[in-house]
């Protein structure tokens, strides 16, 4: 597929992020606008958003079963399924595709993107979590375990997650503050409760899921039920997680927040990009198996700036290096009945690569905090406070760009008495 032309001619240029190939889903507002007193759902469109709301409200743009778009989230497009996607797109491909007859009724509809505040663009019903990243996870369990024993022997046959907390995700530019919590203290018995020494990002794609599940679901059904992909943060106290994680693994040590980018891009603006999974060394049991490419050739990368200073970036990997598909992840929750909603959200684990500036989170990069990693004006091994950490991906089709936004977070110091009141 090669870029398709728009009218609107930000978005005609190889590198603009927001194509009309891409027309990812997002909520907004912006002052002396109707969304101002309350948020609309827009689609991204060169340097600008489509409010999507207004154009359904005014009745240019129709959807079974709408209104759909009078709510500021996209629940209620992603649960009622994949030919309520395809109408959207084809609508609005329609309404700004070059030469369009109704030009003059949409153009009053969209917003410039930098006087527009990008909010949360669904409501997280259920938030999972996985360790899907092969490399990441032999890394991990190479500093803790040692190279023979880095994967657990579960590993090559199941995607391993465990359920998060949805009540933390947060959208792209909402601070972090850095968490207390229980420590091993120096003596390795008695801990301390302290603020996190060694936090941590890990680089994620996170899915989307749109069509709820009723008990089990094939790899090929759960593949149709993902209504789009978001990039991920997954903030993580290592200090504090070492401490809890046996036997039962992470609990507060990645509660603190998980940072998503503002804008969903649709499973639809990504199908050129599709590869497949790496060869397996242990063959799946046949629940598992799938049944075509499941990943997506997207480029990642992560930038650090201290306060003040210039960004580093200290990572650069690619989403066709994970383990398991999100399609396989989400066919694995369902094996025990688990309901799937829409608005769940599954984090894909940390995506790293098999070279050390690959890495996907400072845990890795300065190889447990022995190998501090260059930035500008100093050395990190962990997040310090006023740093801002930013995850960035693209796939790159013919001629255009299918972006996601900024994911950016800034850490902000401890609360001096998190009890005080």
């Not at 891409?22 to 912006?30: H, I, R």
């Not at 997680?241 to 039962?248: D, K, N, S």
């Not at 790159?396 to 996601?404: A, H, K, M, N, V």
Request: charged fraction near 20%.
């Amino acid at each position: 597929m090669s870029l398709m032309k728009s009218w609107v001619e930000s978005a005609n240029s190889v590198d603009a992020p927001f194509p009309l190939n891409n027309l990812p889903c997002g909520v907004f507002s912006a002052k002396g606008t109707a969304s101002e007193d309350e948020p609309h759902c827009g689609m991204a469109i060169g340097d600008f958003v489509l409010d999507v709301t207004a154009l359904e409200a005014e009745g240019l743009l129709r959807l079974d079963g709408g209104p759909l778009l009078d709510v500021p989230f996209w629940n209620a497009v992603m649960e009622a399924g994949p030919e309520v996607w395809a109408s959207l797109r084809a609508q609005i491909t329609g309404l700004l595709k070059a030469g369009a007859s109704k030009r003059f009724l949409v153009e009053d509809h969209l917003v410039a993107l930098k006087k527009a505040r990008l909010e949360m663009p669904f409501l997280v019903s259920e938030y999972t979590d996985f360790y899907a990243g092969r490399h990441h996870a032999t890394n991990v369990g190479t500093m803790f375990r040692g190279a023979e024993n880095a994967l657990p022997p579960n590993w090559l046959h199941i995607p391993i997650g465990y359920n998060g907390r949805a009540s933390s995700v947060v959208v792209s530019g909402t601070e972090v503050r850095r968490p207390w919590g229980q420590v091993k203290g120096p003596d390795h018995a008695v801990p301390a409760f302290q603020p996190s020494r060694r936090f941590d990002i890990e680089l994620e794609m996170g899915a989307v899921v749109g069509v709820p599940s009723e008990g089990p679901v094939t790899v090929a059904e759960a593949d149709a039920m993902i209504f789009g992909y978001v990039l991920l943060n997954d903030w993580s106290a290592r200090d504090i997680q070492a401490w809890e994680y046996q036997p039962l693994g992470p609990f507060q040590a990645k509660a603190t927040a998980t940072t998503i980018s503002p804008w969903v891009v649709m499973k639809a603006a990504l199908e050129p990009f599709r590869v497949s999974t790496p060869p397996r060394e242990v063959p799946l049991l046949p629940h598992l198996q799938e049944p075509g490419p499941m990943l997506y050739d997207i480029a990642l990368e992560v930038g650090l700036t201290p306060a003040g200073g210039a960004e580093t970036v200290i990572s650069r990997t690619n989403y066709r290096e994970m383990y398991y598909s999100t399609a396989q992840q989400l066919a694995h929750h369902t094996t025990s009945g688990c309901p799937m909603n829409a608005g769940d959200l599954l984090g894909s684990g940390t995506i790293s690569g098999p070279d050390k500036d690959s890495r996907g989170s400072l845990l890795e990069l300065s190889w447990g905090g022995k190998e501090p990693i260059p930035v500008a004006g100093g050395t990190r091994t962990f997040i310090e406070d006023n740093d801002t950490l930013t995850l960035r991906g693209h796939a790159q089709g013919d001629g255009y760009t299918i972006g996601f936004g900024d994911c950016a977070g800034k850490v902000i110091p401890a609360l001096s008495d998190p009890y005080a009141r």
